[in-house]
């Protein structure tokens, strides 16, 4: 139990382009999904944290206007990269935490595949 | 802000020995978690531990919460090869979990 699908798993494209990222819980429903960005051989940098049905709330120094967090349903949230360009290129990797409503940080967090985002 | 930082950075293993990997946080954390992350593959979440002082074990894995609440540890014995991987811990406080920068095992028969 408990799979979250991220979607795609790689994406190459030209600077300027907008990309959007699918993350999606599976078999449960995830109150809250987090946005991370991972540097190689580096730890997982939380970008942002978004609720179902509400605006997210980004971490200090992630541009909101540049990451679009959407999280239309409660097994679904997408984040889009606006006009990427070439320091964008990045792992990205989705995590959710659910279905017990409360505190989500009690709650272990599962984790997608990741995308592995390039920009030229 | 809340830092929780990870040592070793890198553990290179001979099979059959065991080793350890040692978090600290800069602020007293909630609780604390322990992700797992193979080669190619997404973190897999291991285990929680909430109260001061507090040692669970999975097997060949013990994982320890320091009685200030601040540090935790993860000791393995007779480390095998399906141990291969970067473990993470990550530390709740100031509501937000913070990731370690995580220790990256490697192992030789």
């Known amino acids: 139990g408990a799979v979250v699908s991220q979607h795609p798993s790689r994406v190459i494209c030209k600077s300027g382009t907008s990309v959007k990222i699918e993350c999606r819980s599976l078999d449960f429903q995830a109150t809250t999904m987090f946005w991370y960005r991972q540097f190689p051989k580096q730890s997982l940098m939380l970008m942002a944290t978004?609720?179902?049905?509400?605006?997210?709330?980004?971490e200090q120094g992630v541009e909101k206007d540049k990451f679009l967090i959407n999280h239309a349903s409660l097994t679904l949230s997408t984040l889009t990269v606006t006009s990427a360009h070439p320091e964008d290129s990045s792992f990205y990797i989705c995590?959710?935490?659910?279905?017990?409503?409360?505190?989500?940080?009690?709650?272990?967090?599962?984790f997608g595949d990741g995308t592995r985002l390039s920009i030229l | 802000g809340q830092q929780v930082m990870q040592i070793p950075q890198y553990q290179h293993v001979q099979e059959g020995e065991d080793f350890t990997t040692y978090c600290n946080s800069s602020?007293?954390?909630?609780?604390i978690q322990w992700y797992k992350q193979r080669p190619g593959g997404h973190p897999v979440f291991l285990i929680q531990l909430v109260k001061s002082g507090e040692v669970k074990k999975q097997k060949r894995l013990t994982f320890q919460f320091g009685e200030a609440k601040k540090n935790s540890s993860l000791h393995i014995t007779a480390t095998q090869t399906t141990d291969v991987g970067t473990y993470f811990c990550?530390?709740?406080?100031?509501?937000?979990?913070?990731f370690g920068a995580g220790t990256t095992v490697t192992v030789r028969a």
């Open positions: 978004s609720n179902e049905g509400s605006k997210a709330t980004y």
């Open positions: 990550a530390g709740l406080g100031d509501y937000k979990l913070s």
């Open positions: 995590s959710a935490t659910g279905p017990n409503p409360g505190y989500f940080s009690n709650q272990p967090q599962h």
């Open positions: 602020t007293t954390l909630s609780n």
